[in-house]
């Protein structure tokens, strides 16, 4: 028996199949709703359903090969979600449902990264989880799985892919990735998972403000967010840096909830609606915060991976407390999924409804916009370097190109597509500092140290998160 409620209300960025834990698509009890669905009811003597049943009765009487009945049925109804041309509606199998489940129950292992199936191939579809070897080995949104340990992605379901994936912890699994029409492989080791999606931090450069970043919205990250707060609080936190930055979204009731922290008790949280106009809304209260408010200053931080809830709780912020917003402008996603066991461990998720911002903009496909604008350099999306074949002098490629931008933001004279003197005397000099061995080419090793440092730099010099600091000192 699955532990999972029936009434299930959620909003995330993709249909994906999990690779790991993490909390995308978590539950909320059917009590709990704040909206409610229509279901229709169909007649089985309806024309249509006569016509699905006669095919189905004509291809198992005469087809000249034996009929697996049971993979007929499922194509059908897969065929019934696919025909709605969204992304986000889906059915999915015993098997594809039983994934689902074991993903929101509690951690397991994997490799801390999700998929989404795009132009027959799979994809990361949303940034690892920290702290896994997908965030360690520099998997990122958008990366295109040609291969797993070797064997062709292309036209496998997600399913195929991820038991190909997923394995025990502390095996390895090679992945050939394709990132902005370059290939590379990249082997990652299996580990456990971990669920948490709050993490708190006082600022290194400022006592009293504390960093806060939400991964998804899961089913305890509302708690999670009040513990962590408070925690902060206790250490000395009078301001707050709230990023939601690559969160994909999540669970309805939990966003909702922790908007409510923020805003004062009637002030509007979301709206829904259908084609033809309002359904209902939902607003700040007791009732869902239990009267735990932040009254402290805060900015929330986001980027285009950041999606569904992610876009509901900043605009939350942004419209109704006057919150400001720094990043770039998000992912874009306004509609709401609901999921229904449909009596055989197979499951529906289906959009049911639009969402709007308390101003009543419908952020699909336009996402929403920031206050004050801010990204990460141009190199922080560059691929990885390759681990397999060691770079070296002479060289001319898109990888030395990488690695030459790679040193430059490091402090290194070095620039174009060619491993030259210049690069061989920034990756020697590199490797000193580095305490590596002073080869001049970069292995696996010094490859590993580099990416390292240029993250750490990425981190440092954050300018969504420097800007935040310097509007929370203007306070």
């Known amino acids: 028996m699955k532990g999972i409620s029936t009434g299930r209300y959620f909003i995330s960025l993709a249909s994906v199949a999990i690779l790991a834990g993490g909390g995308v698509y978590i539950w909320q009890q059917a009590e709990q709703q704040s909206v409610a669905t229509v279901v229709e009811e169909s007649s089985t003597a309806d024309s249509g359903i006569v016509k699905v049943e006669q095919l189905f009765e004509e291809i198992k009487g005469n087809y000249y090969q034996e009929v697996d009945e049971d993979a007929l049925i499922e194509g059908a109804l897969q065929g019934m979600t696919d025909a709605l041309d969204d992304p986000y509606t889906t059915y999915l199998s015993e098997s594809a449902a039983d994934e689902l489940d074991q993903s929101l129950s509690g951690s ?22 920290k702290n896994t070897p997908a965030e360690k080995s520099g998997l990122r949104i958008g990366d295109r799985i040609l291969k797993v340990d070797g064997e062709d992605t292309k036209g496998q379901s997600l399913s195929e892919v991820v038991a190909q994936i997923r394995g025990e912890k502390g095996s390895d699994v ?21 669920i948490e999606t709050v993490h708190g931090e006082i600022v290194d450069t400022n006592e009293t403000v504390g960093k806060i970043e939400i991964t998804t919205f899961g089913e305890q990250t509302a708690s999670e967010l009040k513990e962590t707060i408070t925690a902060l ?13 690559q969160n994909p979204g999540g669970l ?20 829904f609606a259908s084609n033809q106009g309002i359904i209902s809304e939902t607003k700040a209260s007791e009732s869902l915060d239990e009267g735990f408010k932040v009254t402290e200053p805060v900015v929330v931080l986001v980027d285009g991976g950041s999606a569904s809830a992610s876009e509901i709780f900043a605009a939350a912020l942004q419209e109704s407390a006057g919150v400001p917003i720094v990043g770039t402008e998000t992912f874009g996603k306004g509609t709401v999924q609901n999921i229904k066991e449909l009596g055989d461990d197979s499951e529906l998720k289906m959009t049911i409804m639009k969402w709007l911002t308390p101003n009543e903009e419908w952020v699909n496909d336009q996402g929403v916009l920031p206050d004050y604008e801010a990204d990460f350099p141009a190199y922080a999306y560059l691929a990885p370097l390759p681990r397999d074949n060691a770079l070296k002098t002479g060289q001319s490629s898109d990888a030395v190109s990488n690695l030459n931008q790679f040193l430059a933001a490091l402090g290194y004279d070095t620039s174009g597509d060619t491993f030259n003197d210049q690069t061989v005397e920034a990756v020697t000099a590199f490797q000193k500092t580095s305490g590596l061995s002073e080869s001049g080419e970069v292995d696996a090793e010094t490859a590993q140290a580099i ?25």
């Not at 609080?233 to 930055?245: H, L, M, N, P």
């Not at 009731?253 to 709206?271: C, H, N, P, R, Y």
């Open 108 to 129: 397991f292992e994997g490799i801390g990264a999700t998929l989404s199936l795009v132009d027959e191939y799979p994809e990361i579809a949303q940034a690892p989880i």
């Open 174 to 194: 090679t992945l050939t990735l394709q990132r902005e029409g370059e290939t590379f492989d990249v082997t990652l080791t299996r580990d456990t998972i971990p």
């Open 233 to 245: 609080r206790s250490e000395g936190a009078k301001s707050f840096v709230i990023d939601v930055r």
């Open 252 to 271: 309805l009731d939990q966003v909702q909830i922790m908007a409510s922290m923020f805003l004062e008790d009637g002030q509007t949280i979301v709206k």
């Open 451 to 475: 990416e390292q440092a240029v993250t750490d730099k990425i981190r440092a010099e954050d300018p969504a998160y420097l800007k935040a600091l310097s509007l929370l000192a203007e306070e």
